[in-house]
């Protein structure tokens, strides 16, 4: 009687994780910014609208960081603290 079993016959096939899901940051590389957004949440009572700026910066350390997927801080919903890109020469001649 035989009891061994046969793992080869099902495959194991990563997937990407769902939207929002993200790898932890085991080595702490953003952990100054996540640190800044807590301590001002804290600070104005949870009230995550006055920390919108740390959030937007740590958002953007963990996707140069590849901790999540790279997106539009407008997707985000981040637009109005986007710099405009500066104006050129000819577009303030035409002003």
Do not use: W
């Amino acid at each position: 009687m035989s009891t061994a079993m046969n793992f080869s016959s099902k495959s194991f096939k990563p997937r990407a994780p769902d939207k929002g899901s993200f790898p932890l940051d085991h080595f702490g590389e953003c952990k100054v910014f996540k640190e800044q957004f807590m301590r001002c949440l804290s600070e104005n009572r949870y009230d995550n609208s006055r920390c919108r700026l740390q959030s937007k910066d740590y958002l953007e350390c963990r996707m140069d960081r590849q901790l999540m997927t790279k997106e539009p801080l407008e997707k985000l919903g981040f637009k109005d603290l986007i710099d405009p890109p500066p104006r050129t020469t000819e577009e303030s001649n035409k002003s």
